[in-house]
């Protein structure tokens, strides 16, 4: 099920569906109207002319990670499948990480046509979908996104449907997680550091010790606001937003900067800091790519799940191993939308970029050339096996030339190729562990921030001038967390949470 191609009979399908939908329904109901919109075609013999009565359209898509020197060589190929499929072509444009958000809201704001951009829970998607940024997608998908809904479990669906309204679809992938660390294999083969009994963040701390004292040109610890999310909360909008409720705990909305662990992770932050753990200028420092890359970090924060480190050693030229700091996995409504591509209301071809979603969900050659590059130059296959996939003879991993590590963005990740140092049982595995996962009890909530837009701007403001300090250990928690947690108050952080939760207790009631 999980390598369906689109076969001619596809081809015919999509024809067909032509045929009976008339251009208009792509409207996203909240008034906003593409510039333009796909012909009716009228009825044709065969599929190839019905797709040569397509207008050709670019199809531009948005996501965040590192420009590849070979892109234009990718999107060549990319186009040879979308001109025969739907007479179009693709512009790929990756934002380096440091500069996406700012990216991301001048393109918003500006009101820049654009047509597909990555998005998830913790990039802003509820803020974007009370601005009304991107279009419903659900009555696009039932007209030209059949294969998505023939392949795609329901749980991505409803789990991620507000107000029955789908603004962003998600990667067809795991959908749980467990919060832990990639560590240099190299150092814990040296060190012979023993990964089984490291259960929680605090269990590090020895460890970083040792590689401080004996390692003057490794960084201990890549240090980043991200890894909040070792903490035991469920965030029902994003992290930016002060809302979550305690994983296995009741149904109460809190603060979690207001509670006791969060302070003493602060403070663990801040000792560390002070011990020479994390890197120079911490609070300002922020991107990790470069020393990461160079195999320059000891350890880093990552979400884990089966497999995460032969996905992560593809792009880097050192080995890491994973460790769990999350010992049970858990499928919150987070999870189900934390890689997810949205239709811009900007866009000029709304029912082309759905197209194009569709065919990254049953395409595996399209999907395979972005994420993984041009057969025989960014890769080849192991022979034998049309499914795994090496580096090309005398080519280092992560200087191919197309080495993006979007696999996870996009798409349906099942239809990926495996490397041939990944674990071959890699699907599989991936779906024992969704079915292993413990369900949240707010699984499939869906903030709908559009009472309280002004209240959260200005908190995002204020997490975003204090939130690296504290995460970093640069600011000390004692006086600075206390001050904090009062601007948030200030700007309505109490009208925000009690937002979540009557909602939250909307949606319990209704639940089926």
């Keep these: 099920m999980y390598s369906q191609l689109r076969t001619f009979k596809g081809y015919v399908f999509l024809a067909l569906i032509l045929l009976v939908c008339m251009t208009g329904c792509n409207g996203d109901k909240n008034g906003n109207e593409s510039a333009s919109k796909t012909p009716a075609i009228s009825n044709q013999p065969n599929a190839i002319s019905q797709v040569q009565k397509l207008d050709p359209r670019e199809v531009s898509i948005y996501y965040p990670g590192p420009p590849q020197r070979d892109v234009a060589i990718v999107e060549d190929e990319m186009n040879k499948i979308l001109k025969e499929k739907i007479n179009a072509t693709i512009k790929i444009n990756a934002v380096d990480w440091a500069n996406w958000t700012q990216k991301m809201n001048l393109m918003l704001s500006s009101n820049e046509p654009f047509d597909l951009v990555f998005t998830a829970a913790w990039d802003n998607l509820n803020g974007n979908v009370a601005k009304k940024a991107f279009i419903d997608l659900l009555p696009l998908m039932n007209v030209y996104g059949q294969d998505i809904k023939k392949n795609m479990d329901d749980i991505f669906i409803s789990g991620n449907t507000a107000n029955g309204k789908l603004y962003a679809l998600p990667t067809q992938k795991e959908y749980a997680s467990q919060q832990g660390m990639f560590l240099s294999k190299e150092m814990v083969d040296k060190y012979k550091i023993d990964i089984k009994s490291i259960k929680k963040l605090a269990d590090l701390e020895p460890i970083l010790q040792i590689i401080k004292d004996n390692e003057p040109d490794m960084i ?157 130059k960014h890769y080849v296959k192991v022979d034998g096996n049309d499914h795994v996939i090496k580096l090309p003879d005398g080519a280092t991993a992560g200087e191919t030339g197309y080495s993006p590590g979007n696999n996870w963005m996009f798409g349906n990740q099942f239809l990926n190729y495996l490397w041939d140092n990944e674990d071959q049982q890699k699907w599989q595995k991936y779906d024992a562990f969704n079915k292993a996962a413990k369900s949240t009890k707010a699984l499939g909530f869906f903030f709908d921030s559009t009472n309280t837009r002004n209240e959260e701007a200005a908190i995002i403001s204020i997490w975003d001038s204090y939130m690296d300090g504290l995460t970093t250990g640069v600011l000390d928690p004692k006086q600075n967390l206390p001050e904090f947690i009062l601007k948030l108050k200030k700007v309505g952080s109490g009208k925000v949470i009690a937002e979540m939760q009557k909602q939250l207790d909307e949606f319990l009631k209704n639940k089926p």
């Design 220 to 376: 201990p610890m890549w240090a980043n606001r991200n890894w909040l999310n070792v903490l035991p909360y469920e965030y029902l909008g994003t992290l930016k937003i002060v809302g979550a409720l305690v994983k296995d705990g009741d149904l109460q909305v809190v603060n979690p900067f207001e509670r006791a662990d969060t302070k003493q992770f602060f403070e663990l932050m801040y000792n560390w800091n002070r011990k020479g753990f994390f890197q120079k200028d911490p609070g300002l420092n922020t991107d990790p790519s470069v020393p990461i890359k160079a195999g320059k970090v000891f350890a880093q924060w990552s979400q884990l799940k089966p497999g995460a480190d032969g996905e992560k050693n593809f792009v880097l030229n050192h080995k890491v191993v994973q460790v769990e700091l999350e010992q049970t996995p858990y499928t919150t409504t987070n999870d189900l939308n934390n890689s997810m591509l949205a239709i811009s209301r900007t866009s000029r071809d709304p029912e082309r970029a759905m197209m194009v979603m569709n065919l990254l969900h049953s395409d595996a050659k399209l999907l395979n050339l972005l994420v993984n590059g041009v057969e025989g």
